[in-house]
């Protein structure tokens, strides 16, 4: 009887396995489907940068070679960004009826939100590898040790993993592609309240704080130190000198809030 439980177990893990490897291979193949998409997805991060670089950047109190401080806050802000795309992905399965037919076909729980999580964890490893590739062009570069570099990458994808778990529930909660645009004017507050492109010491008090208690300024932070680059001027808070510490810690609390709620919201759409 052990055994029999054993392997129904085993049955049953190998049937989400393959379940959720479908899904992803589902999202994977909208890419080949949509070549123009998948452009504008990997160029607009990287026309952000090429913008603040050249145009609108200047780095103001920022001491040493601005694209150093830049980079890696751009990195963040991508990771951040990609949310409206998850959002926009979602909501479009909803409303075209394709979420009902999977729940309605003989398949893992979750499969959907799996396949969808690791095809937008795929993109965003690719946009960040376009990024880098961008960045050494216009000047970047990393000083720190190969671990430091893969640490960096590291707690860029975790901050995009809890950024999609995010992105997954609003679009269950709003439910239609056209009321994406209300939560975008959320996110791009969130992005640029951030030490992205300066530091918080150059803004007014109080919202120097609130920028330095931002989860992606604690990430831009400590890629910031992994990779071997000018942090600009360093703050004295605690948020500032335990960033590494926060870059860690808020992602892994919103995906300890997001992903029950998400899966909760997903089980509770046939109801």
Request: proline residues 5%; glycine residues 12%.
């Amino acid at each position: 009887m052990a055994v029999a439980a054993a392997g129904a177990g085993g049955s049953r893990i190998g049937w989400a396995v393959t379940d959720s490897w479908t899904m992803t291979r589902r999202e994977l193949a909208h890419w080949a489907r949509q070549p123009v998409q998948v452009f504008v997805g990997l160029a607009f991060p990287v026309m952000m940068l090429l913008m603040f670089n050249y145009l609108i950047g200047g780095g103001k109190g920022i001491e040493g070679d601005y694209a150093e401080f830049l980079v890696p806050g751009m990195f963040a802000l991508t990771m951040v960004f990609g949310l409206d795309a998850t959002m926009v992905a979602v909501t479009t399965d909803l409303n075209k009826g394709v979420v009902d037919r999977f729940r309605a076909m003989p398949m893992t729980n979750g499969a959907v939100l799996v396949g969808r999580s690791v095809a937008d964890m795929l993109q965003s490893f690719a946009s960040l590898v376009v990024m880098m590739g961008v960045g050494l062009v216009i000047g970047w570069r990393w000083h720190g040790s190969p671990a430091g570099v893969l640490g960096a990458m590291g707690l860029l994808m975790l901050l995009r993993f809890a950024m999609l778990w995010i992105g997954i529930y609003l679009a269950m909660v709003v439910g239609k592609p056209e009321l994406v645009m209300a939560v975008q004017i959320l996110v791009w507050p969130v992005g640029f309240l951030s030490n992205a492109f300066t530091v918080p010491q150059n803004m007014p008090d109080w919202l120097g704080a609130a920028v330095e208690w931002n989860p992606m300024s604690a990430t831009g932070t400590a890629v910031r130190d992994l990779f071997g680059n000018d942090p600009g001027v360093t703050g004295t808070s605690w948020a500032a000198e335990h960033a590494g510490l926060l870059a860690v810690v808020w992602p892994l609390m919103l995906v300890g809030l997001f992903l029950p709620l998400a899966v909760r919201r997903f089980g509770a759409l046939s109801r």
